[in-house]
């Protein structure tokens, strides 16, 4: 007999030659398995010559899968010597439960010490690199289907989800107009007031003008106005996504015989494209403002001055360069956060993972374009 008085009704052995005969009785429940748990142990441990193990569960009028998963650890040390193990008189209530676990396989911990650290170093680079691939061959995937429900629309205009797409450009566009004001007047400011702090040393204030309208006007304008609706809208975009996947609600429209791309993302997508420009427009517009405070408040630099310097640095493919960025990276950051939101499974971790996931390469992939971009209005002379 193994173990303290009370574990014996739980777990009784006996050795007939080199057979093993072991018989549990009474509740195999989490509450008081710990007992269980050091007598299973100590078993292992005491009869490590055996064959044979057979172990009878007649006895036993309760099972959870703490006890199932004991008896479970049981049969495979015993198993992993070699041994012959039966498990015998197992209640059919309990047979599906105890199957279940026996499927379930222990993945053992690589080693990370020694010979093997640049082996795991180097099969991790490799496994970063295949994510990397598998997210690209995803985004890809997702655009295609965007545009073969784009042309499916386009045949058939009124199966635009009308109502979705206000109701999405709603979200996108008009609700975020405060924050996106605010924030682009700030940077517009701290700009302006950085570079009369250093131009100043060099007699050129007029020259802030400048790098105040080209700077917004090319580059931060559209970017800082990105990186929020990514923040922003790209999330909120993952998480309702995701949330209807761990609802099955897109399983439910796919048994209609609705296309999810159609119903829920080309609506998003399409708000995102229409909203992005509008925003990065008014940003723009209050960066330029907050530019031209500062340079009259701290600078000393009039308005009509600010005004009249504003018009010659700048130029119309300028503004035009900004407003063309937009577009692309709405749809980029649409597309992202599409494709996060369909690959969350069944928890609330992996929902979590995703939306991380879907705003760090949203942003990633726009400062991506924002460089291409950059490098082909310069070989084009824009």
Known sequence: MVGSVSDKALLEDQVQGDRLALAGAGAWIAVGAH????????????????????????????????GAWLLERLVRAFAERGCETNVTGLKDDYKGLVDELRNVKVAEVPSRTGGQALTYAISSIGENIVAVASSFAAIVNMLGALV????????????????????????????????????????????????????????????????????????????????????RSGSAYTAELGSMKMREEIDALQTMGFDPIEVLVLPRVLALIIGVPILTFLGSMAALYGGGLVCWLYGGIDPDIFLSRLKE?????????????????????????????????GSAESLGRQTTASVVESIFLVIVMDGIFAI??????M
């Open 35 to 66: 007992g269980l748990e050091a007598s299973i142990e100590a078993l292992i441990k005491k009869y490590p010559t055996v064959k044979k193990v057979s172990v009878d569960m007649a006895g036993v009028e309760r099972l959870d899968t703490f």
């Open 148 to 231: 073969v429900a784009l042309l499916r629309v386009a045949t058939r205009p009124r199966s635009l989800r009308l109502t979705s797409l206000v109701h999405q450009l709603d979200n996108v566009a008009w609700r975020a107009v405060p924050i996106i004001l605010l924030i682009t007047f700030l940077i517009g400011c701290i700009i302006a007031q950085q570079g009369l702090f250093h131009f100043r040393k060099f007699g050129a204030d007029v020259y802030v003008v400048d790098m105040v309208g080209i700077l917004v006007l090319r580059e931060l304008g559209v970017l800082i106005v990105c990186i929020m609706v990514a923040g």
């Open 313 to 345: 640095a700048i130029a119309l493919n300028t503004f035009e360069v900004g407003m063309i960025k937009a577009p692309f990276m709405a749809l980029v950051i649409g597309t992202v956060a599409s494709v996060e939101g369909m690959a969350v499974k």
């Open 376 to 381: 082909f209005f310069a070989s084009i002379g």
